[in-house]
């Protein structure tokens, strides 16, 4: 690879390789930590648990779009050497995020007694519950400013730093969460193990960006609130796109939880966990996408742009079809492992059904769009895009769980993920390319579609010859999935290696 070659790419293996090895990580301490706590939690604490953590996927919303600001600005400042430009704003970012760490713990707990009214938590749970709800507030206060120092990493491309932090909190997790659920300590300690155990890689990773940018200084001398100025029509736009990302992730639960309570949030986590672990295998490459576009517009690469897009789009379905394929047809011993249900009830599988779809179409039609257009100057039109979809996933949700149940919230998030993803993709992604979309589709299907049908009919071999025992699911599921992944890598192992090389860009047809 030549030296002047952007350095997503150079990073790119690395970056994934940590991914995975941490994405392995969550997902193996995920089947045994929501096994344990479905089995040692009863149905309020354990709602209540999955409701507090639905509440932290919203801390994004917090820093009002300034993180992805942080990205975009160390992507770009780190290629033209503007390191005093980027202490003053990487210190500004990271004290206004100090100050709304400090007003956010008065303010949750003013709102402590509607949220135990509204989540129906009983009478004689509140005092634990409250002491619970207080701890995960200010640990959640602690984690937010040190947030900034994942985006610097991140713009950086050095998102191999934060999956290695992030392996350290998860074995943190994976040891201590499991003595304390089976010993039976208390649930405030459940919960303070787990705000542990996530805000630590977040502090550290404050060392390694001082061992990368040494010049980088956070001092409060640095703070300087014009500073924000240039970017907050950025940030705001990003925040409005955060937000409908946070909608369509954790929605659900809150959803779910104000308005059933939250010990029916306990079967639909049921279902929605495999949906998320799902998101889990498909996100690593979107986390690199928008400081690698950050990267190349900063250098006016418009047909890098266009070479990323299509072959990163063509990556994204290679990997989510057949992972999704093999969560939906395996989703019924996947609840059970998660659950110890003997006999899952049908609605965590209608659930997990819409979930996992929803999520597939969401990786081919948005994601990529979504983390390239933001970073290249058209966050405005994304933004409209943002609003719609969020207010009718919201709307629809809250409609639907009245009138249908449990399902109409699943279904609340599908139909809002369809109708935007295809928008985006005739709307945005086309015009972004410089194509018509049903091009702009071919070619991204193209190079990887005898790999995506070689696995599939892989899969539906082994579900016609080779049906699933009754014991050793773990393995069997494992073994499934091993088998699955050969035949596609076999077969995709040269479109891997020109996606990751320095690679012509992509032309019409």
């Not at 980027?86 to 100090?98: A, P």
């Not at 925040?239 to 308005?259: E, G, M, R, W, Y």
């Not at 994204?316 to 249900?341: D, K, N, R, W």
Request: charged letters at 15%; proline letters at 4%; one cysteine or more.
């Amino acid at each position: 690879m030549s030296e002047d070659a952007p350095s997503w790419k150079n990073h790119l293996w690395r970056n994934l390789g940590t991914g995975y090895l941490s994405l392995v990580l969550r997902l193996f301490s995920g089947f045994i930590l929501f096994r344990l706590m479905f089995q040692y939690l009863d149905e309020v604490e354990f709602g209540f648990y999955a409701m507090l953590w639905s509440l932290f996927g919203f801390m994004i919303l917090l820093d009002f779009g300034l993180g992805l600001a942080a990205q975009k600005a160390t992507a770009q400042r780190s290629e033209t050497g503007d390191q005093e430009g980027l202490s003053v704003l990487i210190s500004t970012i990271f004290w206004s995020f100090v100050g709304v760490s400090v007003v956010l713990v008065p303010l949750a707990l003013l709102a402590e007694p509607f949220v135990m009214e509204r989540a129906i938590i009983p009478v004689e749970k509140r005092e634990t519950f409250g002491l619970v709800y207080r701890t995960f507030f200010i640990g959640l206060a602690v984690i937010f400013p040190a947030t900034t120092f994942y985006n610097v990493l991140a713009g950086l491309q050095r998102l191999d730093i934060s999956n290695l932090l992030n392996i350290i909190g998860t074995l943190i997790s994976l040891t201590f969460l499991p003595i304390a659920l089976i010993q039976g300590w208390a649930f405030q300690r459940v919960m303070l193990i787990s705000i542990i155990a996530a805000s630590l890689p977040l502090l550290i990773s404050y060392s390694m960006v001082r061992r990368l940018l040494p010049e980088l200084s956070i001092h409060p001398k640095h703070y300087n609130r014009a500073a924000l100025g240039p970017v907050l029509a950025f940030s705001l736009a990003a925040f409005l796109i955060a937000f409908s990302d946070v909608i369509l992730a954790k929605t659900d639960q809150a959803v779910v939880s104000f308005t059933v309570g939250v010990a029916a949030l306990t079967v639909y986590q049921a279902g929605f966990k495999a949906a998320e672990m799902f998101t889990m295998v498909t996100s690593q490459l979107g986390r690199f996408l928008a400081p690698a576009a950050a990267q190349l517009s900063g250098r006016g690469d418009k047909e890098g742009l266009i070479d990323l897009f299509v072959r990163s789009s063509g990556f994204m379905l290679l990997l989510a079809t057949p992972v999704g394929a093999l969560a939906a047809v395996y989703l019924e011993p996947l609840i059970m492992l998660l659950t110890g249900y003997e006999e899952v009830p049908q609605i965590c599988l209608y659930v997990g059904w819409c979930l996992i779809f929803a999520t597939w179409w969401h990786v081919f039609a948005s994601l990529v769009t979504k983390s390239m257009l933001v970073m290249t100057d058209d966050e405005k039109p994304l933004l409209r895009f943002a609003v719609i979809e969020a207010v009718l996933n919201l709307v629809l949700s809250v409609i639907l769980v009245h009138r249908i149940g449990l399902l109409g919230v699943a279904i609340g998030t599908l139909i809002p993920t369809v109708i935007m993803g295809w928008l985006r993709l005739h709307l945005l992604a086309a015009p972004f390319t410089g194509r018509s979309v049903f091009v702009l589709i071919a070619q991204i299907v193209r190079p990887v579609l005898v790999p995506i049908v070689a696995s599939l009919i892989a899969l539906a071999v082994l579900i016609k010859f080779f049906p699933l025992p009754d014991s050793g699911l773990i393995f069997e599921l494992g073994a499934r999935g091993f088998l699955v992944a050969v035949v596609l890598g076999s077969l995709s192992y040269r479109h891997i290696r020109a996606f990751a090389g320095k690679s012509a860009a992509v032309t019409a047809d």
